[in-house]
């Protein structure tokens, strides 16, 4: 029976060896980590214009860029809790999105929230940047 310890050891060592190289990379595979390709690349925001705490006046326009979004409708924006009207023109295969600051934020600092939902949690993202707002 002494003999048999160290075989078993040294089985048991390679075995959990083998299921770590195969598990490790578990759940970083672009296709959500199943079969049937149901998965999805997290959207990215970026290019945010004017930049962040830029001097804008009220009313002012911003605009952002949304990489791997599937419908401009998972797209919204608030101002200080405020939804703002967005217009978005795909640009293959980004969607360059506009809107503008509400004009009753004045005198102000206030972040663009940036929200793009999906029906799974690993498929949203949320972003966003600081403008100042001016008098009129």
């Keep these: 029976m002494k003999t048999m310890l160290p075989i078993l050891f040294v ?3 390679v075995g959990a060896a083998d299921a ?3 598990h490790s990379g578990h759940g970083a595979v672009t296709g959500g980590g199943g079969a049937g390709g149901g998965g999805c690349m997290k959207p990215h925001l970026t290019k945010f214009l004017p930049a962040h705490l830029e001097t804008v006046v009220p ?6 860029i949304a990489l791997n979004v599937n419908k401009p409708e998972q797209i919204s924006v608030t101002v ?11 640009k293959d295969p980004y969607y360059l999105v506009k809107g503008k600051l509400p004009e009753s934020l004045v005198n ?8 793009v939902s999906a029906k799974s949690p690993h498929c949203e993202a949320e972003n966003g940047w600081l403008l ?3 008098d009129k």
Excluded: M, Q, Y
């Excluded at 200080?80 to 795909?90: D, G, Q, S, Y």
């Design 11 to 13: 089985l048991f060592a």
């Design 20 to 22: 770590t190289e195969h």
């Design 80 to 90: 200080k809790t405020i939804p703002v009207a967005l217009t978005t023109e795909f």
């Design 108 to 115: 102000t600092v206030a972040r663009i929230n940036i929200k």
């Design 132 to 134: 100042k707002i001016a």
């Design 59 to 64: 009313g002012a326009g911003f605009s952002f």
